[in-house]
């Protein structure tokens, strides 16, 4: 499908929440919100720094990546058994269903549970069982993406790897994230280049509060097939002809990069530029507990922000499956699911 029908103003929210899509950018410990870190922490006994969900939720209120980041690790400390894994999986599954998510690729941070003696195990046994179940309950395809924490230091990037080799077969794909800056990819160059030669999908965050020196890195020296967030690629006119060139699809979070301070608000956010200049940017997002929102909230509210059209929602939707790493009958057959939504919708 090439040209969209014009959809009123009106009706585009509708559309926007009804368009399967595909969800490449969600870090499954930033789904947790406050309810359930509570609710865990009781069921294992963990003592939390805050009174109350209403004092926690108060807590969320960000300058930068890092002043989340110590939240959000910080709330990952309840997890501790394999069926708490599962619980926080299974309720992300279940408003990725409410926003027509057809597809989700989940990022993982094993360092952040094996550093306080969980096991590999137990974390990749309790998120397998719910993408299994995502499947067969919800029809939602799902997969693991292992995250190396980009603070810590190659060596330990390649023991995480060791420990879950084992598990090999539940894990789709790497990747690199935690605090960007300071950290950059090639850091981590041996450890990406072992993952490649085990034929893992190969990812990175880049550019999300770091210089676009980081995404030319991530891509030409651990040779990524994605960058995550990326919006600062805008800065270089080389890099933004190369990420065009080569379909390097971006998976950019509109709320996170709000939240985080990335841009001052929505409107000034450059997702419609980086579109427009013809890069395979998707909308993901990224922590959505912290963040405040879901896939669907990032979607109407950026397109209220920035006002992009249906033609826009289109391109974001089809970008998402095309970056998809699945096979090529299901990337086909989510692509005539968007096809016939859009041929349908009465605008
Ligand atoms: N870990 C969880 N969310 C992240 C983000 N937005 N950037 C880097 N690391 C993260
Ligand atoms: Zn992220």
Redesign the pocket.
């Given at each position: 499908m090439n040209a969209v029908r014009p959809v009123s103003p009106g009706r585009l929210p509708d559309l926007l929440r009804l368009m399967p899509k595909a969800e490449l950018h969600i870090?499954i410990?930033?789904s947790l919100e406050p309810e359930l870190i509570f609710a865990l922490a009781q069921r294992n006994g963990v003592a939390l720094p805050y009174a109350s969900v209403e004092d926690l939720r108060g807590a969320y209120a960000f300058t930068n990546?890092q002043s989340?980041?110590d939240i959000?690790y910080a709330g990952a400390s309840v997890l501790i058994q394999e069926q708490d894994f599962y619980d926080m999986a299974r309720a992300y599954f279940l408003k990725a269903a409410a926003d027509n998510v057809v597809h989700a690729e989940l990022?993982f941070?094993p360092q952040t549970h094996t550093a306080r003696g969980v096991a590999m195990e137990t974390v990749i046994s309790g998120l397998h069982r719910a993408c299994v179940d995502a499947q067969a309950e919800l029809g939602i395809s799902a997969s693991l993406i292992l995250?190396f924490l980009?603070h810590l230091s190659e060596t330990e990037a390649f023991e995480t790897l060791e420990q879950a080799l084992p598990w090999r077969d539940k894990i789709i794909g790497v990747g690199l994230?935690?605090?960007?800056v300071g950290n950059p990819p090639e850091k981590f160059a041996r450890v990406f280049a072992r993952c490649r030669e085990l034929g893992l999908h190969l990812v990175a965050?880049a550019g999300?509060?770091g210089p676009p020196a980081y995404i030319w890195t991530a891509l030409d020296v651990l040779k990524v097939e994605r960058i995550?967030?990326g919006v600062q690629a805008i800065q270089d006119p080389l890099l933004m002809q190369r990420l065009a060139k080569d379909r390097i699809a971006l998976t950019v979070?509109p709320l996170?990069n709000l939240k985080?301070c990335v841009f001052p608000a929505l409107a000034q956010h450059n997702l419609r530029q980086l579109l427009d200049a013809g890069l395979a940017a998707t909308v993901n997002s990224?922590?959505p507990a912290?963040f405040g929102g879901y896939m669907n909230d990032n979607f109407t509210q950026t397109f209220a922000a920035t006002g992009m059209d249906a033609q826009h929602a289109y391109q974001l939707a089809r970008n998402s499956f095309e970056a998809s790493f699945i096979d090529e009958t299901s990337r086909r057959r989510n692509i005539a699911r968007l096809d016939e939504c859009f041929e349908s919708f009465r605008g």
């Open positions: 870090h410990e930033g990546l989340f980041l959000y990022f941070d995250c980009r994230d935690s605090g960007e965050h999300e509060e995550d967030h979070c996170s985080l990224d922590d912290y």
